[in-house]
């Protein structure tokens, strides 16, 4: 069960490992972002890949419900968000299926006195504005040691606010 950002990258990430050992796979994307694990599904069908092994369904909350209490779906993966992947669990637990949960999480960086500076700015703003943050490792907290805590924010600063914001169109828009 797929989340509505990165819908390639997510439906790869779980089927690829799957089909690589000998498992069928039931996807279900996003409601959001339906179409492009259909493609992918196209791509595998071009490729050979023998009906029924790639599988897509579509719906929302009720067909996520079927696939997590279904009995013949042997395990479950879930990208998305914390309440659902708790509700995900609770089901799966019922029919004591295993369960691959990718909540919604925030993941620190640690950035040390003895850093190269420059490059610790650009990781930390690669961090938090890849994506505009719609990333469940989104380094939304940044541990600074003391000693270069002045310097590093005062840089941070100075360049988010050098970020043009605007119309996604535009060229020179960054955000």
């Not at 990430?13 to 089909?19: D, E, I, V």
């Not at 092994?53 to 579509?58: A, G, M, R, S």
């Not at 690669?126 to 270069?148: D, H, K, P, S, Y």
Request: glycine share 8%; with cysteine.
């Amino acid at each position: 069960i797929g989340a509505w950002n990165y819908p390639f990258q997510i439906t790869c990430s779980k089927a690829a490992p799957a089909l690589a050992c000998g498992n069928a796979v039931v996807f279900k994307p996003s409601p959001l972002t339906p179409i492009t694990t259909v493609i992918l599904a196209e791509i595998l069908t071009q490729a050979g890949v023998p009906d029924g092994l790639f599988n897509v369904v579509q719906g929302d909350v009720a067909t996520g419900q079927f696939l997590c209490k279904h009995p013949d779906i042997a395990k479950i993966s879930f990208t998305g968000s914390v309440p659902t992947g708790t509700k995900v669990m609770e089901m799966a637990a019922t029919g004591i299926k295993p369960v691959t949960l990718e909540l919604g999480g925030k993941s620190p960086l640690i950035i040390f006195s003895d850093c190269e500076l420059e490059n610790a700015v650009k990781g930390a703003l690669l961090a938090n504005f890849l994506t505009q943050g719609e990333v469940c490792c989104n380094g939304t907290r940044v541990f600074v040691q003391r000693e270069i805590m002045e310097k590093f924010v005062a840089e941070v600063v100075k360049r988010t606010r050098a970020i043009k914001i605007g119309d996604p169109l535009l060229e020179d828009t960054r955000m």
